[in-house]
């Protein structure tokens, strides 16, 4: 048995047995960093048994290709100094190649090492990304394409992130696909902006056309995301909605036929909530092939991840059964948005940091538990590298200690667990396991990743 890194002991002896399964996945000669074999390609022709993690890739750097060169976007307002960060997590950077890195005014609390970001431009770094995901059985991305942004100056920019993501995808047989994100998007052009670009892609990027382009019911998949939500930020004509969503799924006027995913709200099936009330949307509901309904901070810890499991997930795959339609629910580490909302993101309200937190992985592990229990046989995570609103799964300062002075963040130990860095891509990659077997996991983390 390998014995356990002292960097790498738990600081709460209170988990014992969180202890003995990190001296199960720690090699000691890499302090807490593990040394995974890469997986075999996964199959691009099937949705079913897969962990799909949502990719933002919405950062940026000035300077060199990077087709933005003034710009921090979503990392700062402004200069790079600490006081303007727009993230509560910060990435772990060691492993990226210096050229997708960008200095940064901050300065490390326990050293004063200058601190660097990355840039998903820079094609090695999107590579480093996907390693991260063989490394650890995660199956593929979707793409997050936000169409507000299409339609601009950085529309370039876009392009440059989904090709690297291509890229990427076929070296280390992951698979992705496109998802269109349509809130902030303008009302009055959003269903012309989304058929033009998937005109694009297909017929100009050639996208679908990759081998790693993931394929469900004979067609490429799409995802749509932000439809009917309630709320002024989202478009909300459900009529022009339904027929752009059945030309796409019949591949007519002039675009690819595709299998479409919708990111809907929560309370999608009672039209009430997060939801639109109006009842034309649930035909536009029922259009999808499959639905995945946004359930990031509806639910902040296991008991009321539970309640929710029972008041919603279940009546939802009934209902999605009786429809003949595909149900991919989605699962999410912890939440934390304070630093966004300090800038005004949130119609003023400021945001407590750490406010749904991660419970050293319980707090993910729970609804991984719960979804395969019910045999659920897809799941959506969100976010690989979300770091304004802190869902992210990829690697991140492990300890306070790392993280730049003069801002408040979240860090891995902020639960009082001295974890690895890549701690969120193993439990995924250790759900997508038990998914693809067919098997409900033990409720109990610590059980769940022995061996």
Known sequence: MKRLHPECRQSNSSFGLFVFLIILFVDASRTCAATPVSSAPVSANDLRGKVIVGYQGWFDCPG????NPNGWGHWFRGAPDA???HADLLPAVSEYDPAGLCGTHMKRRSDGAVISLFTPLN?????THFRWMAENNIDGVAMQRFV???TNSRSKSHDKVLNNVRAAAEIYGRVFYVTYDVS???????F????NDWKHLANDLRITSSSRYLRYRGKPVLEIWGFGFA??????DPVQTATLLTDLKNGSSGLQAVTLIGGVPAHWRTLNYDSANDPRWATVYQTYDVLSPWTVGRFFDAASADRFLQNLVIPDLAETKRLGIDYMPVIYPGYSFHNASLMGEVGGWILPLHQIPRNCGNFYWRQIYNLLSTHANMLYAAMFDEVDEGTALFK???HRSDLPSGIDMVALDQDGCNLPNDWYLRLTGRAGAYLKAGNAPPASLEIALKP
Do not use: C, F
């Open 123 to 127: 094609a090695k770094v999107v590579k």
């Open 83 to 85: 006081d303007k960060l």
């Open 64 to 67: 060199d290709d990077r087709l």
């Open 184 to 190: 902030g998007a303008n009302p009055e052009t959003v």
């Open 192 to 195: 012309d902006d989304i058929r």
């Open 396 to 398: 991140t300062a492990q």
């Open 148 to 150: 507000n942004g299409i």
């Open 231 to 236: 709320g002024g930020k989202y478009p909300a």
